[in-house]
């Protein structure tokens, strides 16, 4: 495929003028690990997302399968929020990917500021059409190269890998387009599992 | 968000205001960014627009002495200060502050557990320090101590019981069971309550009443110090735990319910806090209203059916747990069982009876245990961008008040277009029964009509006799004023407390309806 993992933009347009789609990405892991693993540090990005069986697919897998760090989270347990708490207090300078139910990325997201960026939030709910609806807020930057991606995505963890994807080390230079924050609505093919939410969080000084 | 000023303070003025605050804490500390910083100071469960609460900074001293100069720099250019500690207060405001301007003293990095003594069954810990951490700090050391927890564990152990808030043991009333307490006063003075007033006391942490008045309950839902550690008592782990539910299958049963509960807590048959519970909240933490219903207003009876149907609870939802020696659990839930039984319908579970993936069962058994969790925050997953503000007026334990106060609040929110979704937290003498008002966050008449809703409930409540214990900021004034015996004795009384230990009304302007001389004119 001839991919140069560079960077993270140059990743995501070799992929998307090559005509190669997601779930093109989770075939990656399985087809070109070493691609995955210059992925994972191309990008110095951390997934978190709800374990849960209402999220609709085998995030771990779907996620582990592309080669990038990811840490379980959880309302249930004391010892599962420690544990994030403990992967957050070690993951400073990396950006993150989180993705949940809506609750659940409300409460990380309050573990997360002031110290952090959000830069992109998004709320994806199921349309009585029957449609998955994206409702975006965020910097233009990110959310300009989600736009080309969310119509392909199938499932919530096809979607966390685009998302850690968009870490700052390619984005947070291309902010010509200004830090304000701005709204984008997209639509897709219907995901499996419940109504969720996510972030794109970065490090302080990113932006 | 355009960045907003401290009230009464220049633009050049709070430049160097900030700036004196970054040579206390550091610039890392003090936030003022409108964009990427300031927005963790909201309340993102705000029924008023924003802007209304919007602070000009947030400041966050990791001890003492950065505590102490903080102060001084507020107190040079007369800048509100509005205290909160972890932050988590959701529900009543979270972590901003009750005007526009105002600066956040954040005092999450005051987060040390400072001692656990495991013979005499306490801890005394900073502001900063959550139920998950004192209850990791237990685990980490081996002690045999349980905590006593909010429902979202997040919460801090010291801020929720200065705002009178409850857990499920046995140590429940987190305010009873605060024993010692160190504020800083507006001037800088730091002050140790009770025995602790005696330097080399040997007793701080377990006489609560000192010598001469008892000074710690002015320092609770108050804006008259800075309480920067508390002791708190820890229940020593049982020799066994039995956690139990009672379902009863008819809205009617509240009345029966609470008139056979109430002699089982006041002869401390059940020494818990109890909860009887309706039956959305227990629904709302494990599916959500589309899944049943997609049209608009309260829930039809036909579909409430299905639902406790499908997840095996009641009309409501009675918890309570056993504790102590198997024979003592084995006598005790005769008792309880036997009375309970009377109630028509009655169906009794323990662990072993409940479905596995029983959401509601599984954090309310480790609450009743003091294992934190913020498995409740799934109410917030119920509807669409959920968001909620809880309305808490105090019961009497008896049939008619509950039946009262329910038929009150069920009855106003159905016409105003919203599910009753509450319970009845059940203390020493008093249910504190928590209607929890769910809304759509980003639905701007939803918002105003729930806004209406909660002031209605306030006014119908108070006309009835029922007061809040705890509100949410933008009804602390309306609240306040309701508790107006004597041309409001107590209300000006706290004025006078207020106008001598901070003068300059620095610290949390109109916190609880108390406001600093120079404001009061200001009053909402």
């Given amino acids: 495929m001839g991919i140069t993992l560079s960077s993270r933009r140059t990743f995501l347009r070799a992929t998307v003028s090559g005509g190669v789609a997601l779930p093109l990405l989770t075939s990656l892991g399985t087809t070109a690990n070493a691609i995955a693993g210059g992925l994972a540090e191309a990008t110095n990005s951390l997934c978190l997302f709800e374990a849960d069986a209402a999220m609709g697919a085998d995030m771990a897998a779907g996620v582990r399968q592309i080669g990038l760090a990811y840490q379980t989270v959880t309302l249930d347990d004391a010892a599962g929020w420690s544990a994030m708490l403990d992967t957050l207090e070690s993951a400073r300078g990396r950006s993150l990917a989180v993705l949940g139910r809506p609750a659940t990325v409300f409460a990380v997201r309050n573990m997360l500021e002031p110290n952090w960026r959000v830069v992109l939030e998004a709320r994806h709910h199921r349309l009585a059409s029957g449609e998955m609806s994206h409702e975006f807020t965020g910097l233009e930057a990110p959310m300009a190269q989600l736009s080309g991606w969310v119509a392909r995505v199938e499932d919530p963890a096809q979607y966390a890998v685009v998302l850690a994807s968009m870490g700052h080390g390619g984005l947070s230079g291309d902010l010509s387009s200004g830090t304000e924050h701005k709204t984008l609505d997209l639509t897709s093919p219907a995901w499996p599992g419940v109504d969720l939410a996510s972030l794109l969080v970065w490090p302080k000084g990113a932006v | 968000m355009e960045a907003v000023l401290p009230p009464g303070i220049k633009r050049e003025q709070f430049t160097a205001l900030v700036a004196d605050l970054q040579k206390v804490v550091g610039r890392e500390h003090v936030f003022t960014d409108t964009q990427w910083e300031?927005?963790?100071?909201?309340?993102?469960?705000?029924?008023?627009?924003a802007e209304l609460h919007q602070p000009s900074a947030a400041v966050a001293p990791a001890n003492l002495e950065e505590l102490r100069r903080v102060l001084e720099v507020a107190r040079h250019y007369n800048a509100p200060l509005w205290t909160v500690s972890t932050g988590k207060n959701f529900a009543y405001g979270g972590p901003a502050p009750r005007k526009a301007g105002y600066i956040v003293l954040d005092l999450k990095r005051m987060n040390r557990i400072l001692e656990v003594n495991e013979k005499h069954g306490y801890?005394?810990?900073?502001?900063g320090v959550s139920y998950m951490d004192l209850y990791r700090h237990l685990k980490k050391i081996g002690s045999k101590l349980w905590v006593d927890c909010a429902a979202p564990g997040w919460g801090g152990v010291l801020p929720n019981m200065t705002e009178h808030g409850v857990g499920y043991t046995p140590y429940g009333d987190h305010v009873t069971m605060q024993c010692g307490m160190e504020v800083m006063l507006a001037d800088g003075t730091l002050v140790q309550t009770g025995m602790g007033a005696m330097p080399g006391s040997q007793t701080s942490h377990l006489y609560k009443y000192g010598f001469g008045p008892s000074m710690d309950g002015l320092f609770t839902q108050s804006n008259f110090g800075v309480v920067t550690k508390v002791g708190m008592w820890l229940m020593p782990e049982p020799p066994g735990y039995r956690p139990y539910m009672i379902t009863f299958e008819k809205e009617s049963d509240l009345h029966a319910i609470t008139e056979v509960l109430r002699p089982l807590k006041v002869?401390?048959?059940?020494?818990?806090?109890?909860?009887?519970?309706?039956?959305?909240?227990?629904?709302?933490?494990?599916?959500?209203?589309?899944?049943?219903?997609?049209?608009?207003?309260?829930?039809?009876?036909?579909?409430?059916?299905k639902m406790r149907s499908d997840l095996k609870i009641g009309a409501w939802n009675f918890y309570?747990?056993?504790?102590?020696?198997?024979p003592m659990m084995d006598n005790t839930w005769e008792v309880v069982r036997d009375a309970f039984a009377s109630i028509p319908g009655a169906?009794?579970?323990?662990?072993?009876d409940r479905p596995k993936d029983d959401v509601a069962w599984q954090y309310r058994k480790k609450l009743g245990a003091g294992i934190p969790n913020m498995t409740e925050y799934n109410v917030m997953n119920w509807i669409p961008n959920g968001a909620h503000i809880d309305f808490s007026p105090i019961s009497p334990?008896?049939?008619v008040d509950a039946t009262k106060q329910y038929e009150l609040i069920r009855d106003r929110c159905n016409k105003a277009g919203f599910d009753y979704c509450g319970e009845f937290a059940v203390g020493w003498r008093d249910m504190h029964h928590i209607f929890c008002l769910t809304f759509d966050r980003n639905d701007p008449k939803e918002k105003a009509r729930a806004n209406k809703?909660?002031?209605e409930l306030v006014d119908a409540a108070a006309a009835a006799g029922y007061g809040e214990y705890r509100t949410h900021l933008d009804f602390m004034d309306r609240i306040a004023v309701t508790y107006n015996w004597n041309n409001s004795a107590l209300l000006r009384m706290h004025e006078k407390v207020k106008d001598v230990v901070d003068p300059a009304g620095i610290l949390s302007?109109?916190?609880?309806?108390?406001?600093?001389?120079?404001?009061?004119?200001?009053?909402?």
Avoid: C, H
Avoid at chain 2, 290 to 302: A, C, F, L, W
């Fill in chain 2, 38 to 49: 300031l927005p963790a100071y909201n309340d993102a469960y705000l029924t008023t627009p």
């Fill in chain 2, 123 to 127: 801890a005394v810990v900073e502001p």
């Fill in chain 2, 267 to 305: 002869g401390m048959l059940i020494p818990a806090v109890a909860m009887t519970v309706e039956m959305l909240w227990e629904a709302a933490v494990q599916v959500t209203r589309r899944d049943y219903y997609t049209g608009k207003g309260p829930i039809p009876e036909s579909v409430r059916k």
């Fill in chain 2, 320 to 326: 309570g747990a056993l504790y102590g020696p198997p």
């Fill in chain 2, 347 to 352: 169906k009794f579970y323990f662990d072993e």
């Fill in chain 2, 397 to 399: 334990v008896t049939g």
């Fill in chain 2, 453 to 455: 809703l909660f002031g």
């Fill in chain 2, 509 to 524: 302007p109109g916190k609880m309806g108390i406001w600093p001389k120079s404001m009061r004119k200001g009053r909402a």
